[in-house]
């Protein structure tokens, strides 16, 4: 049997990878979505949350597609897709932050199993910005000078700083926070094991993904979330 070639083989990998990370979102997101557009019952989205919800699914089709255009060796429209990418991920810091506090400020307690404090809530989605967005911005700063870096960190600003909220939304993982942690761990974890195994070495993008994702898992944010330092901090923005 013919040996798969290093390069084939790591375009299957982020390729999968986007896929994996879409199906996710669609599981997390889409019942929840799907609930409130049929049942007359629920209450309504506002617009900002249309708008969110959008550009984040803008962001993971984006993301499949410029994988895929790599895995086809289509490089020059995947540069000329970039800007548009580059745009799109500064409007998702932005609308992050901005849902974020709207949705404090209207007392919604968050995706892990409706927490009751909205203020602990409001830490789960504040701090994905603080993983995605130096992420995304160290990614774009090395997309020409250093390919293999800016894949790794774009995969990691998605999979750690956008997961959480899909994974915690999830009908299985409602109210499981080990659960969340699990999954958002092996998602995390994925590219740097697939280099150890593939390479026997870590490329070193993945030390400044792995050191902000570790630092701000999930159930670290809760616990910030609960203390009375974020309760001030949280409430002198809104």
Same mark, same amino acid.
């Given at each position: /049997?013919?040996?798969?070639?290093? &390069?084939?083989? +790591?375009?299957?990998?982020?390729?999968?990878?986007? #896929?994996?990370?879409?199906?996710?979102? $669609?599981?997390?997101?889409?019942?929840?979505? %799907?609930? &409130?557009? @049929?049942?007359?019952?629920?209450?309504?989205?506002?617009?900002?949350?249309? !708008?969110?919800?959008?550009?984040?699914?803008?962001? /993971?089709?984006?993301?499949?597609?410029?994988?895929?255009?790599?895995?086809?060796?289509?490089?020059?429209?995947?540069?000329?897709?970039?800007?548009?990418?580059?745009?799109?991920?500064?409007?998702?810091?932005? #609308?992050?932050? *901005? $849902? @974020?506090?709207?949705?404090?400020?209207?007392?919604?307690?968050?995706?892990?199993?409706?927490?009751? +404090?909205?203020?602990?809530?409001?830490?789960?989605?504040? %701090? +994905?910005?603080? $993983?995605?967005?130096?992420?995304? &911005?160290?990614?774009?700063?090395?997309?020409?000078?250093?390919?293999?870096?800016?894949?790794?960190?774009?995969?990691?600003?998605?999979?750690?700083? !956008? =997961?959480?909220?899909?994974?915690?939304?999830?009908? /299985?993982? &409602?109210?499981?926070?080990?659960?969340?942690? $699990?999954?958002?761990?092996? =998602?995390?974890?994925?590219?740097?094991?697939? +280099?150890?195994?593939?390479?026997?070495?870590?490329?070193?993008?993945?030390?400044?993904?792995?050191?902000?994702? #570790?630092?701000?898992?999930?159930?670290?944010?809760? *616990?910030?979330?609960?203390?009375? *330092? *974020?309760?001030? !901090?949280?409430?002198?923005?809104?």
């Amino acid at each position: /049997m013919a040996a798969i070639h290093p &390069i084939a083989r +790591d375009r299957t990998f982020f390729t999968t990878m986007a #896929l994996v990370s879409t199906l996710v979102v $669609v599981l997390g997101f889409g019942p929840g979505f %799907f609930r &409130i557009v @049929t049942d007359a019952t629920s209450v309504p989205l506002t617009a900002i949350y249309h !708008l969110h919800g959008a550009v984040f699914a803008l962001w /993971m089709m984006l993301f499949v597609v410029q994988s895929a255009l790599i895995a086809r060796g289509n490089r020059a429209l995947h540069m000329r897709l970039g800007a548009s990418g580059a745009a799109l991920g500064f409007l998702m810091i932005v #609308l992050g932050f *901005w $849902v @974020t506090l709207h949705a404090a400020r209207n007392g919604f307690g968050g995706p892990l199993g409706g927490l009751p +404090d909205p203020i602990q809530a409001m830490a789960i989605p504040f %701090f +994905d910005m603080f $993983v995605f967005a130096p992420l995304f &911005i160290a990614g774009l700063l090395c997309r020409r000078r250093a390919p293999e870096a800016h894949r790794r960190l774009m995969l990691m600003a998605t999979v750690g700083g !956008l =997961l959480g909220a899909a994974i915690g939304r999830a009908p /299985m993982f &409602i109210g499981h926070p080990y659960r969340q942690l $699990v999954l958002y761990l092996v =998602l995390v974890l994925a590219g740097p094991a697939y +280099d150890l195994i593939t390479r026997r070495r870590m490329h070193p993008a993945y030390l400044l993904a792995l050191l902000l994702c #570790l630092l701000l898992l999930p159930n670290i944010r809760l *616990w910030i979330g609960s203390t009375q *330092w *974020w309760h001030a !901090l949280a409430g002198a923005l809104f």
